[in-house]
């Protein structure tokens, strides 16, 4: 099915510990976002990535790297890991930055660290 | 600034029923859209409707409908003839430019 793909799904991470969250799509989108939803605080976006090869700083970045590879995939890094980095991440996707345009999201990844 | 708010952390509903669940929104802009997602225990965001600034009709997707209020910055979902699959939490959520923002989020649970 079409749409946008995470993994992993969950990850319990030590603290100062790194790893890599990625993302694929295959809409052919030109945009992607990385965000991070807590309780009481609706999603936040992390880092964006306009179109293949930009990237570009959102809400929450720090703490955070951003990779676009390709087109289809958008990774997120955690160099290393804070327990208030412990958070349910989200990407999505879009066809472009206009505002007419809706995301499509992933599952989404539960991180927790200890 | 935009800031997006959800007064209501949650709400119920009972089943068959019509409940409406409450956003409002603070913007400098003229420009805009407006949106409903749906996150289910699953966690998968699903957009529900979206509503552009500058249409004065209401947007409708079946049984979910917006009340849009361009100058009170008001913008409600109202969700009829509830069914046990519309629990979940919805967000709502504003877009101008390249940002897009969003609530806090309403639990809304239905009684069967």
């Known amino acids: 099915n079409a749409g946008v793909t995470q993994t992993p799904k969950f990850q319990v991470l030590k603290t100062g510990q790194s790893m890599t969250l990625q993302c694929a799509q295959d809409m052919n989108h030109n945009s992607m976002y990385w965000y991070r939803q807590d309780p009481g605080m609706g999603l936040r976006l992390i880092y964006y990535s306009a179109s293949e090869g930009t990237t570009d700083k959102g809400e929450v970045p720090n703490g955070y790297n951003v990779s676009r590879l390709n087109k289809r995939e958008f990774s997120l890094r955690l160099e290393s890991a804070a327990p208030s980095q412990t958070s349910v991440y989200f990407c999505?996707?879009?066809?472009?930055?206009?505002?007419?345009?809706?995301?499509?999201f992933g599952s989404g990844t539960r991180l927790t660290v200890v | 600034a935009q800031t997006v708010t959800q007064s209501q952390p949650e709400m119920s509903v009972q089943e068959a029923e019509t409940v409406t669940l409450s956003c409002t929104y603070d913007?400098?802009?003229?420009?805009?859209?407006l949106f409903w997602y749906k996150q289910p225990p699953s966690r998968q965001m699903i957009l529900v409707i979206r509503?552009?600034?500058?249409?004065?009709q209401n947007a409708t997707e079946n049984r979910f409908s917006v009340n849009f209020q361009k100058a009170a910055k008001s913008f409600s979902l109202k969700i009829s003839d509830s069914q046990l699959g519309d629990a979940a939490m919805y967000f709502c959520?504003?877009?101008?430019?390249?940002?897009?923002?969003f609530g806090t989020g309403t639990s809304l649970t239905v009684i069967p």
């Open positions: 999505a996707s879009s066809e472009g930055l206009s505002p007419n345009y809706g995301y499509t």
């Open positions: 509503q552009e600034a500058y249409k004065q």
């Open positions: 959520a504003y877009k101008a430019g390249n940002q897009f923002y």
């Open positions: 913007t400098s802009e003229s420009d805009y859209y």
